[in-house]
């Protein structure tokens, strides 16, 4: 099993922070694709909900290369779908939200 955490503040829903955890494990080579994801949310904090996105590796897969890949795909999905990975340990809301749209992911010297 492979297990990592993120939080997201309460102006995100939480059925939507579970879908973009699930997506990104089922796209994540390396994640066993026989064995549906599983989001939790292990903490209702002042400002923001803790969850854990577990799922379970292929048996070849190398672990510091997987989390790697999986991070990368927590990442592109929720720039996707314009949902900013931010606790709110900030003064104030951002005026415009704290994104990467899909044009500019590879941008110099990332390429490709």
């Known amino acids: 099993m492979i297990a990592t955490r993120v939080t997201i503040g309460y ?3 939480w059925r939507q922070v ?3 955890l699930e ?3 089922r796209r994540t080579p390396g994640i066993d ?3 549906p994801p599983q989001v939790r949310k292990l903490a209702l904090q002042d400002f923001y909900i803790e969850y854990e996105l ?3 590796a292929l048996p070849d897969a190398q672990t510091p290369q997987l989390r790697d890949a999986l991070h990368g795909q927590i990442l592109d999905a ?3 779908f314009g949902v900013q990975i931010m606790s709110p340990h ?3 809301q951002p005026a415009t939200q704290v994104v990467v749209p899909p044009a500019r992911w590879r941008e110099p010297p990332a390429g490709q």
């Open 33 to 35: 694709p026989a064995c």
């Open 54 to 56: 577990q799922a379970k």
């Open 90 to 92: 900030f003064v104030e």
């Open 78 to 80: 929720f720039n996707e």
């Open 11 to 13: 102006d995100t829903p």
């Open 23 to 25: 997506q990104a494990a």
């Open 18 to 20: 579970e879908a973009l």
